[in-house]
Every structure is written in C-alpha cells, then in structure tokens.
T-cell receptor, first 111, second 114 residues
Framework: SQTIHQWPATLVQPVGSPLSLECTVE??????LYWYRQAAGRGLQLLFY??????ISSEVPQNLSASRPQDRQFILSSKKLLLSDSGFYLC??????????FGQGTRLTVV | AQSVTQLDSQVPVFEEAPVELRCNYS??????LFWYVQYPNQGLQLLLK??????LVESINGFEAEFNKSQTSFHLRKPSVHISDTAEYFC????????????FGTGTSLTVIP
C-alpha cells in the first residue's frame, strides 16, 4: 500500500533562518507531488506541484522553493524565512486521474 | 481556470440533525470532484469522490454528495450528524482530461452541538 511521510510535524524557526521540509512517498512510482499551505482560517493554497524528477511548477511567486531530487521525494525550502511564512504545510501525492493523498502536515511558526 | 466556492465558512448544527455543506465550482472542462475532511492538526482525508457514472456518491460514514452539472455544484449532505463529525470540510476539483492540479475551496467548519 502507498504511504506518505512528512516531517517534521512541528517547527519553530526565527525570521531569516533557512527552511527545509521533506516529504517522501512509498508504494508508488512517478507520482504527482504537491505542496500546499494552509493559513489560519483559510483554505489550502497550492504552492508547488511536480509531475516528475526535476520538474517543478510554481503556482504563486513567494519566498519558497521546491525540489524533487528523487522520484518519490519532494522538498520545500526557503533561504530566509519571513513571519508571513508561518502556517500549516501539507504534502500530497496523486496518480493521474485519482484523488490526492495527504501527509500529516508540518506546523511552521516563524518567530 | 478552475475555482471552488464553499458558501458557508462555519456551520453549527445540533447532534442528530441533518446538514448540508455547499460547494460550487467553475470550469470550462469536465472535472473530478472531491470532498475531504480535516481534523485538528492533521492532514486531509478523502471523504468521497465523483469521477463518473452515478451522480450520487456516498461515504462509509453516512455522508453523501450529488454532482449537479447544470448547477455546477457538489453539495455534501448527511441526514443525521454525530459529535465526531465536527471537523473542517474541503471541496476540491481537478480537471478530468489533463489536470494535475487540485483546487480547493476555503473550507467549511462544521461544529456539531450536543
């Protein structure tokens, strides 16, 4: 069966520090991978999605970047965090034509 | 472009009462439709989905949703809610032909009152 792992679960980082959130999927190959951000009281904002290794599409310009160094690994990064980067980050995967499956999320607080 | 509108941000309802959470979408092409549920500090879990076929789809815990193409809606209903149904509910769409992106509504917070 397929599983998705996302870590860390919670993270507190100072403004200006770097960020690296990792997501890995098991039990499937060549999945579509997604990073979403969920701000308090708001819906899910699609940040990045990837259809293959090294292929990253960005939905909105921002202080974040994503990379897919391996087929089932998706990394969300920032060189310098802003206060506005605080939120709940969710990784997800899907295969063509099917639903998305989500990780448990990372609660990021920038202080 | 696709967009998803969830008309109610918060829905309080008494236990054992019926509930309807509304979802409308806009798309120039055929779409797949989904409802997800999110419990506090957790990821999203798929509740039910419409891909094709019967326009009425059901979940294992008593929720159902009906795809209405003419009204571009996919409202979620349950005839009798439980305390455990208290959660955030998200409607989502995905293009059925070449779509890779999922577009989510802003969510509806369902609170079941004892």
């Amino acid at each position: 069966s397929q599983t998705i792992h996302q870590w860390p679960a919670t993270l507190v980082q100072p403004v200006g520090s770097p960020l690296s959130l990792e997501c890995t999927v098991e039990g499937t190959s060549n999945p579509n991978l997604y990073w979403y951000r969920q701000a308090a009281g708001r819906g899910l904002q699609l940040l990045f999605y990837s259809v293959g290794i090294g292929q990253i599409s960005s939905e909105v310009p921002q202080n974040l970047s994503a990379s897919r160094p391996q087929d089932r690994q998706f990394i969300l990064s920032s060189k310098k965090l802003l206060l506005s980067d605080s939120g709940f980050y969710l990784c997800a995967w899907s295969s063509y034509g099917l639903e998305a499956f989500f990780g448990q999320g990372t609660r990021l607080t920038v202080v | 472009a696709q967009s998803v509108t969830q008309l109610d941000s918060q829905v309080p309802v008494f236990e054992e009462a019926p509930v309807e959470l509304r979802c409308n979408y806009s798309s120039s092409v055929s779409v797949y439709l989904f409802w997800y549920v999110q419990y506090p500090n957790q990821g999203l879990q798929l509740l039910l989905k419409y891909l094709s076929g019967s326009t009425l789809v059901e979940s294992i815990n008593g929720f159902e949703a009906e795809f209405n193409k003419s009204q571009t809606s996919f409202h979620l209903r349950k005839p009798s809610v439980h305390i455990s149904d208290t959660a955030e509910y998200f409607c989502a769409v995905r293009k059925s032909n070449t779509g890779n992106q999922f577009y989510f509504g802003t969510g509806t917070s369902l609170t079941v009152i004892p």
